[in-house]
């Protein structure tokens, strides 16, 4: 019982000394050692590495979950090391309510049918997702909170002791200072000086040993830069599979639309040409959906000849019987592949150069196209017409 109390009271003379000591060097009354150079840059660069190591696990965390709610959860259950329960993503939900949605409009029909390949490719698109956010979460926040929860805690802790060490180097100084100020006055002070001194070797070493084991500690920052290099190269692997996964499974939606849309609208086409527009245009690939695209109204128009019948009209075109203007026509670069979804359009190779022009009431959204002895439909947004 009595060495804890003395050990209570030691302690509490140590902690007195050291806010004494630091009270006073923020006050401009004592003197403070200060770090060199190379080891204060070490500091700063750790306490860098720290704060963007932070900021990049939060937004990699709000970019893999949007919904705060979910990610508390997911935070409450780690802490409680508790496996997080599946959660069915945003496109997995979408393709359920497409399948129900078909269910009760007619899975013959083509509505229901095109809600049907439509709500596959989301739930295609939703497993990938689950897979890149699982991916991301392995390869690339493990790393980060490893090293914010497990290194830079030994860091601050070791950093922690070295400032107390040199809060006791300093007071021992101070102490050593006073010491001798009072020698100068009175011979029975010797004593105090010695012990003052020897009290300033033993801090002076204890510092100079606490020093040494942070400073490799911070040393170690550049192997964890390297560590983090490497799980950066990871997570933009898993995202490049992710995009393109996503991009190809769009692709093949597409081509199943694109094919079975000729036999959607034959029927409204024909006979009924004034109740009924046509199909618009399809929309680029979502990869270059930025780019920017010239007007329409810019293209030639194959004037209407008295006694000939206007085939885009009455809603059928038939590409031979179509006949180019004498003048006036354009030249247009392809921007992305087109597969021609029946015999009236003409499919298109990214890069290719085509003549293209308009017919009176043809769609705006569509062109004739010509490429050699080949002609067909050709949407607008797919190319780049050139002046």
Same mark, same amino acid.
């Given at each position: 019982?009595?060495?804890?109390v003395?050990?209570l009271?030691?302690?509490a003379g140590?902690?007195?000394s050291?806010?004494?000591?630091?009270?006073e060097?923020?006050?401009?009354?004592?003197?403070k050692?200060?770090?060199?150079?190379?080891?204060?840059?070490?500091?700063?660069?750790?306490?860098?590495?720290?704060?963007?190591?932070?900021?990049i696990?939060?937004?990699?965390?709000v970019?893999?979950?949007?919904?705060?709610s979910?990610?508390?959860?997911?935070f409450?259950?780690?802490?409680?090391?508790?496996?997080?329960?599946?959660?069915?993503?945003?496109?997995?939900?979408?393709?359920?309510y497409?399948?129900?949605?078909?269910?009760?409009?007619?899975?013959?029909t083509?509505?229901?049918?095109t809600?049907?390949?439509?709500?596959?490719?989301?739930? !295609?698109?939703?497993?990938?997702? !689950?897979?890149?956010?699982?991916?991301?979460?392995?390869?690339?926040?493990?790393?980060?909170?490893?090293?914010?929860?497990?290194?830079? !805690? #030994?860091?601050?802790?070791?950093?922690?002791?070295?400032?107390?060490?040199?809060?006791?180097?300093?007071?021992?100084?101070?102490?050593?200072?006073?010491?001798k100020?009072?020698?100068?006055?009175a011979a029975?002070?010797?004593?105090?000086?010695?012990k003052?001194?020897?009290?300033?070797?033993l801090?002076?070493?204890?510092?100079?040993?606490?020093a040494?084991?942070?400073?490799?500690?911070l040393?170690g920052?550049?192997?964890?830069?390297?560590n983090?290099?490497?799980?950066?190269?990871?997570?933009?692997?898993?995202?490049?599979?992710?995009?393109?996964?996503?991009?190809?499974?769009?692709l093949?939606?597409q081509?199943? /639309?694109?094919?079975?849309?000729?036999?959607?609208?034959?029927?409204?086409?024909?006979g009924?040409a004034?109740s009924?527009?046509?199909?618009?245009?399809?929309?680029?690939?979502?990869?270059?959906?930025?780019?920017?695209?010239?007007?329409?109204?810019?293209?030639?128009?194959?004037?209407?000849?008295?006694?000939?019948?206007?085939t885009?009209a009455e809603?059928? /075109?038939?590409?031979?019987?179509?006949?180019p203007?004498?003048?006036g026509?354009?030249?247009?670069?392809?921007?992305?592949?087109?597969?021609?979804?029946?015999?009236t359009?003409?499919?298109? /190779?990214?890069?290719?150069?085509? #003549?293209v022009?308009?017919?009176?009431?043809?769609?705006p959204?569509?062109?004739?196209?010509?490429?050699?002895?080949?002609?067909?439909k050709v949407?607008?947004?797919?190319?780049?017409?050139?002046?």
């Amino acid at each position: 019982m009595e060495f804890n109390v003395k050990k209570l009271a030691s302690d509490a003379g140590v902690f007195f000394s050291r806010a004494m000591q630091f009270t006073e060097e923020k006050l401009g009354q004592a003197e403070k050692t200060e770090l060199d150079a190379h080891f204060e840059n070490l500091l700063a660069r750790a306490d860098c590495t720290k704060n963007w190591t932070e900021k990049i696990l939060r937004q990699t965390e709000v970019l893999l979950q949007p919904n705060p709610s979910a990610r508390v959860e997911e935070f409450l259950y780690e802490k409680l090391d508790r496996k997080v329960p599946s959660r069915v993503t945003n496109g997995e939900l979408l393709a359920q309510y497409m399948t129900e949605a078909a269910n009760d409009f007619g899975p013959g029909t083509p509505y229901g049918k095109t809600l049907i390949k439509v709500g596959e490719t989301q739930r !295609r698109l939703g497993a990938a997702e !689950r897979e890149f956010i699982r991916s991301a979460s392995i390869n690339f926040l493990t790393p980060l909170r490893n090293f914010l929860e497990g290194d830079w !805690r #030994t860091i601050s802790k070791e950093r922690r002791i070295l400032q107390n060490r040199r809060l006791d180097l300093d007071a021992c100084k101070a102490r050593v200072k006073k010491a001798k100020a009072a020698e100068a006055k009175a011979a029975l002070w010797s004593d105090e000086v010695e012990k003052a001194e020897h009290e300033l070797r033993l801090t002076q070493t204890e510092f100079d040993r606490q020093a040494e084991v942070t400073r490799l500690l911070l040393e170690g920052i550049s192997s964890t830069h390297v560590n983090h290099l490497r799980c950066l190269h990871e997570f933009v692997e898993s995202q490049t599979n992710y995009y393109a996964q996503c991009y190809q499974f769009m692709l093949d939606l597409q081509k199943q /639309l694109g094919s079975s849309k000729g036999e959607i609208f034959s029927g409204t086409f024909v006979g009924n040409a004034e109740s009924t527009s046509p199909a618009a245009a399809p929309s680029p690939p979502a990869a270059a959906a930025a780019a920017t695209l010239p007007a329409v109204p810019t293209i030639p128009v194959v004037p209407t000849v008295v006694g000939v019948p206007n085939t885009v009209a009455e809603g059928v /075109l038939n590409p031979s019987e179509v006949k180019p203007p004498t003048s006036g026509t354009r030249r247009a670069r392809v921007l992305y592949d087109y597969e021609a979804a029946d015999s009236t359009e003409l499919a298109l /190779l990214a890069d290719e150069m085509i #003549t293209v022009y308009s017919l009176p009431g043809m769609d705006p959204d569509w062109l004739i196209g010509e490429r050699g002895n080949q002609k067909g439909k050709v949407p607008v947004t797919y190319l780049e017409l050139l002046s």
